[in-house]
């Protein structure tokens, strides 16, 4: 389902070129896709869409709150990619909300484990469905640059 998602992220989302779900689906499936994988990931897609027109959530504190993970959220996604969402936070490039919602999805994904590589896609993929194309350069920089961030 991941490789779905990628897939969509470069032939579609990144171009807003997102055909309606007949076609993407056909087109997906050409490609080579499972039907399986395809339908997770455009109903993947739909619930972040859909979590990030909503409402944003109300967090009452400021700076002084601290986000513990759960069992699940640690024993699925790698510590090195906690610490990159982390990092995104502390360098203000998301917000709280924006890092539930990330975990979120990170969670929400099939597969047993989440590495690095694919907690930078989750990242890229939110934050350019939020118009954040500024930041979407920051964490596309994290992910294709072969080693990591540069820290000035």
Known sequence: MFEVLVFMFENYIAHHTLPDNDIMTQ????AGFEQSDIVGAVDWFHEMKSMLTEPPAVYTHKHSGMRIFTVAEN????TESLSFILFLQQANVINDVERDLII???VALKQEHINIEEMRW???IALWNEGREKDY???EDALFN???LTLH
Do not use: C, H, N, Y
């Open 122 to 124: 989750i990242t890229m």
């Open 146 to 148: 072969p080693r990591g």
């Open 137 to 139: 350069l920051f964490v």
């Open 75 to 78: 024993k699925k996604i790698s």
């Open 104 to 106: 979120d999805r990170a």
């Open 27 to 30: 087109e997906l499936s050409a």
